[in-house]
Nanobody
């Protein structure tokens, strides 16, 4: 089992950057595929980015492609979401997710593939 804790959220002006971190407990962090999801007020949770177990495959939602970068450091156990050129529509609670059953080669965008979730971190982008 793994416990996830996100950090790095905050208030930023449009065009600015933030880096979210997700720290995972447990001794086999590299066994978990990871994903970032977000939920804006009044909207459904949506996928943002995902990374496979080894870190060599990634997925990005069209809305963040070219602006966000997901990465992981299996030696130190965090997964990062570097968010650049932020827009007001990026405002949401961002959640980190993990699961060990996802195939080694897959960076999954599917929420139902993830059994472990963090508590979320708020990102607010002002115009």
């Amino acid at each position: 089992q793994v416990q996830l804790v996100e950090s790095g959220g905050g208030l930023v002006q449009a065009g600015g950057s933030l880096r979210l971190s997700c720290v995972a407990s447990g001794r086999t962090f590299s066994s978990y595929a990871m994903g970032w999801f977000r939920q804006a007020p009044g909207k459904e949770r949506e996928d943002v980015a995902a990374i496979n177990k080894s870190g060599d495959r990634t997925y990005y939602a069209d809305s963040v492609k070219g602006r966000f970068i997901i990465s992981r450091d299996n030696a130190k156990k965090p997964v990062y979401l570097q968010m650049n050129s932020l827009k007001p529509e990026d405002t949401a609670v961002y959640y980190c997710a993990a699961d060990e059953k996802i195939s080694y080669y897959v960076a999954s965008r599917q929420m139902q593939d993830y059994n472990y979730w963090g508590q979320g971190t708020q990102v607010t982008v002002s115009s």
